[in-house]
């Protein structure tokens, strides 16, 4: 962004492979993929993990 941050992120018990690639920079409201139940999970959701600057954050931070 703008002040130097880096962000990542990790989806996880997807359908299938994401549609993006990574490192592709993704805008607001695109498809990123599918909710599945994949792995070690109980039914569908989407297992998200984010990261600004290499460190692991909350992201109810930055979603609404």
Known sequence: DSNG???STL???MNS???VS???PVSKG????YVGTTGNSTGNHL???MKVNGVLTSVTNYIS
């Open 11 to 13: 989806y996880a018990h």
């Open 30 to 33: 695109q498809l990123l993929g």
């Open 22 to 24: 990574v490192g592709q």
């Open 17 to 19: 492979a994401p549609v």
């Open 47 to 49: 297992h998200l993990e």
């Open 5 to 7: 941050n880096t962000y």
